[in-house]
């Protein structure tokens, strides 16, 4: 066994790892670090039988959990990204010191890049950076971060997402440089930024559902209220996709899914998740031209004006 390396990717993310090549290591995020180093310290400090699961709050990564173990033998393993390292008790405080002094890298927070801006014909999320900004609708913003956590670990990637009229372009560079562009206008981000970026779009998307879930009210007829909409949703998605050969299937995934993410009881990040994977559900498997309408359902019925 040997010390695990530390380092900071060009993606922004940290990466903790022994013997590996490329990205075959437990990613985190930069902001993470100090509490992955708080749960090395409290596993270093337990003599027996342990074991913490920390799970990330950000999507780096092949996992979205790091496992702290310590068996009844002492020996002490880290788990996550399909990895395990098994480490000395002085291994984890050296990690952990390593992680508490990490060199600093000039990136803005998340809501420097993305935030939640006044409803207005379904745009509700504004994405800037140096003086450029774009709006974009719910569904945008979910596959705006789907494109870009794709690019990642690419060296150039460029995609062009066209909903109805509007085309959204994500593109990186080789230089490790990327952009959002729309309507002859272009947002950029160096590999510092993009995480910010990322934690920026999921936590607007978030906040934007759960001013609809608010609305709904907590009362005893805030389930009539959510049955409601979600009778909606389906009214309006069964007459687009009324000729659909699976049209029944899509708008069952459709209410099932928005049932998810405005009912009661369900874990907040949770929401922004499943909003997530039902925007890039449409965007990869239905034909083209009905990308607009069933998103235009969604902004109208998942977005409420505040």
């Known amino acids: 066994m040997g010390n695990l390396y530390v380092k900071i990717r060009t993606d922004g993310a940290l990466g903790i790892g022994r013997g590996t090549e490329g990205k075959a290591e437990i990613a985190i995020g930069y902001g993470e670090a100090h509490m992955i180093a708080a749960a090395l310290e409290k596993l270093a400090q337990t ?120 085309t959204l372009a994500i593109n990186r560079s080789s230089d490790l440089k990327w952009s959002l562009s729309s ?14 970026l990322l934690a920026g779009l999921h936590n607007t998307i978030l906040d934007v559902l759960m001013d609809a879930v608010k609305s709904k009210g907590s009362d005893k007829i805030a389930d009539i209220r959510v049955k409601s909409q979600i009778q909606r949703i389906e009214q309006e998605a069964t007459k687009v996709l009324a000729e659909h050969s699976k049209g029944k299937g899509i708008i069952k995934q459709l209410t099932k899914v928005a049932n998810q993410i405005l009912g009661t009881g369900t874990d907040a990040d949770a929401r922004a998740h499943d909003f997530i994977r039902l925007c890039n559900y449409i965007h990869s498997k239905l034909e083209p031209e009905f990308l607009e309408p069933l998103f235009e359902i969604l902004s109208f019925t998942l977005v409420t004006d505040t």
């Open 47 to 166: 003599a027996r039988s342990y074991r913490q699961t920390y799970r990330k709050t950000t999507d780096v990564g092949a996992g979205n959990k790091i496992d702290f173990e310590r068996a009844d033998d002492g020996r002490i393993s880290l788990i996550g990204d399909g990895q395990q390292y098994y480490c000395t008790e002085e291994e984890i405080r050296e990690l952990a010191e390593k992680l508490k002094h990490l060199p600093p890298v000039e990136v803005a927070p998340a809501s420097d890049y993305v935030e939640k801006a006044a409803p207005k014909d379904g745009f509700c999320v504004l994405v800037k950076n140096g003086g450029k900004q774009i709006k974009l609708k719910l569904p945008d913003a979910a596959l705006v971060k789907a494109a870009v956590k794709s690019s990642l670990d690419s060296r150039f990637f460029e995609e062009n997402i066209k909903i109805g009229d509007r």
């Open 183 to 196: 309507d002859n206008e272009s947002v950029r981000f160096t590999a510092y930024e993009v995480e910010a």
